[in-house]
């Protein structure tokens, strides 16, 4: 698998997926108008700043909330290949994998990180590599039954080149 690199955008703490895809545009049928509306509450600007930004770094609970995985959709649409953070709600973690988008859990802090950080993550080797203040932090690798999901590009990916083989 190619490693994941690209500028950080970072939030805080107990990111929920109210804040992710707020609920007042979930009867829009058209998804790029959803994504205009991306944590609209926590950063009026964050779909316009993020569009040259290809990691999340959040803290603890990112993702808690409902299980909708139009708060997974919006951050691949934006090009979000990866979310790196202190825990995760299981059911995000989960929708963030079989989406095809990587979830890293990591303990980091203001040390580790800065908001425009060039990163480079190796999904392979549990590592990621801060190239703006050459730091290099080692997190538990996800299992390979995983990675095989995220090489894939998603479950659905992975169930229809499985089905294609047989």
């Known amino acids: 698998m190619e490693d994941i690199e690209g500028e950080i955008y970072i939030l805080g ?20 108008e959803m994504v205009k509306h991306t944590l ?12 040259k930004r290809s990691i999340i770094v959040g803290g603890h ?9 139009e708060a997974v959709n919006v951050f691949k649409i934006l ?3 990866a979310i790196i953070a202190k825990s995760f709600s299981r059911i995000y973690f989960r929708n963030l994998i079989n989406n095809g988008v990587a979830g890293i859990t990591c303990d980091w802090d203001e040390a580790t990180f ?14 990621i590599f801060n ?21 894939s590009g998603g479950i659905l990916n992975q ?6 083989s047989h």
């Open 13 to 32: 703490d107990d990111i929920n997926t109210d804040d992710i895809v707020p609920s007042h545009t979930l009867t829009m049928r058209d998804p790029n």
């Open 40 to 51: 609209e509450f926590i950063d009026p600007n964050f779909a316009q700043k993020v569009a």
């Open 61 to 69: 609970n990112f993702g808690t909330g409902s299980s909708r995985e």
């Open 79 to 81: 090009g979000i290949k």
């Open 114 to 127: 800065s908001d425009g950080d060039q990163v480079q993550i190796s999904i392979e080797k549990g590592i």
């Open 131 to 151: 190239k703006s203040k050459n730091i290099e932090l080692k997190y538990e690798k996800l299992p390979q039954f995983l990675q095989d999901i995220l090489k």
């Open 159 to 164: 169930l229809k080149k499985k089905l294609k």
